[in-house]
């Protein structure tokens, strides 16, 4: 495979010094991802396994050489069902719970993993319990949705001779990893600008940090989802039955300082342009919890997810606050009892006060 990227505009983890999200150091089966500062760093232990890329909520992790989005496509065209770590895909964790939903409402026939080969794989841990889970979710999720499609697994053990002669798993990986940089003078050049520019922000990174878009596997999983809007199966499933959407509610210890709808990756939360509701899309929640992780009052709540957001899409209202223009500044601000002027002036006349001593 191709050496591993990490878009640092992207990850949920640089957007924000109270983001908690570690799941791509903890997939990790040779710890090579720590953090500098919430910025990630990759060192050179990494083997591509991919891991990384299937629980990463906003696709913010990728390999060169391998696309999911293009693999799926192709698998999806071909007359293969097989999927196997010693044919075609570096290790069946780059497949997250969506992946694998949108390949089983998509497919004609049946896609079918092989597991034989991961209770010897010495990476095993902890990339065989993730992948037990991914498909154990993604089957019930089609469960819940009325489909009758399903993400089949056996342990197969597919092998070839030439991949049986490499020997060391590890080796095998670092084999490809290396293919793409010594092909030419042009390509290690190019290994060489990324490698320098892992763990720095630059102005593109900072700029992309402020864009709102859907990762890949959820625009695709809304094209599967049409697949099954014939046969709707309305029902809850239990927020933590479910790792990559979510329905939430806010209670009304909100106080509308705007940080969850502002650095909400894929605009899932939302407001009008005063700011008098805050707005939520469950189909665009990729559950990263960043706004749960910035929320200092805690006022932002998981629920249990309903199907019925997915067969009559609709926005929610979440809260509604009382709004009115400061008679300081002139913006517009929630009120929440008698002030007339906003949070900002009112600190800042604060300030004043025990500047000049003024009771």
């Known amino acids: 495979m191709g050496k591993l990227n990490i878009e640092l505009g992207s990850c ?7 983001s908690e999200c570690t799941l791509c150091a903890d997939i990790c089966p040779i710890d090579a991802i720590t953090y500098n500062e919430n910025i990630l760093n990759l060192n050179n232990s990494c ?35 097989l999927i196997s770590c010693k044919k075609n895909i570096p290790c069946l964790a780059v ?6 939903v949108s390949m089983a409402l ?24 993730n992948i037990l889970k991914n498909i154990e979710e993604a089957n019930n999720f089609l469960k819940d949705l009325g489909s009758e ?18 020997g060391n798993r590890r080796d095998f990986f670092k084999r490809f990893s290396m293919k793409g940089a010594i092909e030419s003078k042009v390509a290690f050049e190019k290994e060489l600008e990324k490698e320098d520019m892992r763990g720095t922000l630059d102005s593109s990174t900072t700029a992309k940090l402020k864009q709102k878009s859907l990762p890949n596997k959820r625009k695709l999983l809304y094209m599967a989802l049409k697949r099954v809007k014939d046969q709707p199966h309305l029902t809850e499933i239990p927020y933590n039955n479910i790792s990559f959407i979510s329905q939430k509610s806010i209670d009304d210890s909100c106080d ?20 008098t509701k805050i707005d939520f899309d469950a189909l665009a929640c990729v559950k990263c919890r960043l706004c749960h992780d910035v929320c200092q009052s805690d006022s932002i709540h998981l629920e249990a997810f309903e199907t019925a957001s997915i067969f009559e899409p609709k926005v929610d209202e979440l809260i509604k606050f009382s709004v009115r223009r400061c008679d300081e500044c002139g913006i517009h601000f929630s009120y929440f009892a008698d002030e007339t002027s906003c949070r900002r002036c009112t600190i800042e006349e604060e300030e004043a006060k025990s500047l000049w001593g003024i009771q």
Do not use: M, W
């Open 256 to 275: 509308n300082c705007s940080f969850c709808y502002r650095i909400c990756p894929t605009g899932a939360l939302s407001s009008d342009h005063r700011g």
């Open 95 to 100: 497949l997250s719970v969506e992946n694998l």
């Open 149 to 166: 499609k399903r993400v089949a697994a056996q342990e197969i053990g597919y092998s070839k001779e030439e991949v049986q002669e490499e």
């Open 106 to 129: 998509l497919g004609e026939d049946e896609t079918l993993l092989d597991l034989g080969h991961c209770k010897t794989c010495e990476i095993r841990e902890p990339l065989y319990d």
């Open 12 to 18: 949920v983890r640089v957007a924000s010094k109270s």
């Open 47 to 81: 083997i591509d396994c991919g891991g990384c890329i299937g629980v990463c909520p906003t696709e913010a992790i990728s390999l060169d050489d391998f696309n999911t989005l293009d693999f799926i496509f192709e698998h999806l065209k071909s007359d293969e069902r």
